[in-house]
């Protein structure tokens, strides 16, 4: 294998394989930006010179979470010192911060209480949706769907209906990590297993669902297991069409239980950032949009993802106490539009708002 050949047969129209990614993953030369290159070409081919944002924020409602994973420094025991969970009262004066934001979605994300059940997430999603008039709920992951049903005494399927009767708008395909099991073991090891996400997400395409796809990388798996991850995505994609977005989430290691055990002693380097969005872009060619992850990487390095295949900067967000916990900066929590913009139109790009399902609304 070489480099040349394998980008020269991807833009000839040619399937990326799965030993081609791996291949690519691991180049460590000059030839790192032939790759950003060529997934450059197949994004302009396909989606143009747009880049998307949406207006959206993030709401924390607890950190106490039953999985406490190796990959987490946000989640904690409810017996912590700083362990919180929101009343209802609190939820609804931050529903209420996000309405004054003008957010066109409000982002669920927390840890999964022990004591939560389908009807904690059904009355969320509804407060939400009272407070807030037509924003676009995204949130449940298929861990957290799994659990409620448990919870419940419901199956999954019964548990996504529920979800979208009480107003939920799509679902998060977070809590993916790398789906193989040899390294869910190891950095979060209580989660469901690959066949569970899997099952669940092509549950939630089956009751009309959209979701988005993601993939957390720098942490114990290979260049092997990066590869695998993204082909179980396009198998998906190619049999339900579910995925809106691939965003790549570079693990952050200070303070997480991985870090103290000694297990990863580094974030993932900027190689890796530009090599997971240009290979991920040529691999998924079922796939529009390839999000560059700024909460995780900054936006200077965002910017340089922007010219490796990525078309969309994600959401303005407002507050990310998961990603700063890690250790990302104060800078990890607020992304403002007039910055994007700039940020786009140095790389000759235009920036334009968008819906949390693409659809877009200025320009």
Known sequence: MNVTEILGNVLGGARLSESEAEFLFKVNTRDVWKIAEAADIVREKKVGDTVTYVRNMNIHMTNICKNRCGLCAFGRKSTDWDAFCFTDEEFREHAKDALSKNVTEVCYLAGI?????????????????????????????????????????????????????????????????????????????????????????????????????????????????????????????????????????????????????????????????VLLVAVSRLFLDNLDNIQVPWSKIGQKMAQLCLTAGGNDVGGTMFVDSLSRNAGAGEEADYFSPEDMRLMCEDVGRVLKQRDTLYNILEG
């Open 113 to 273: 209480h022990p004591k939560f059940n389908l009807n904690s997430y059904v009355n969320m999603i509804t407060t939400l949706r009272e407070v807030i008039p037509g924003v676009h709920v995204h949130g449940c992951s298929p861990d957290e769907i799994l659990f409620a049903a448990k919870q419940s005494g419901v199956s999954t399927k019964e548990a996504l209906l529920k979800l979208k009767e009480a107003g939920l708008g799509s679902v998060q395909g977070t809590a993916a990590e790398i789906l193989v099991d040899r390294v869910r073991k190891i950095i979060c090891e209580k989660k469901l297993s690959t066949d569970e996400w899997i099952r669940i997400i092509k549950e939630a395409s089956s009751v009309g669902f959209k979701a988005t796809s993601t993939i957390m990388y720098g942490s114990v798996e290979t260049e092997a297991e990066r590869a695998r991850h993204l082909s179980i995505l396009r198998d998906i994609q190619d049999e339900c069409g579910v995925f809106t977005e691939l965003v790549p989430l570079a693990f952050l290691h200070k303070n997480t239980p991985l870090e103290k055990k000694g297990l990863v002693t580094h974030d993932a380097f900027g190689r890796e950032d």
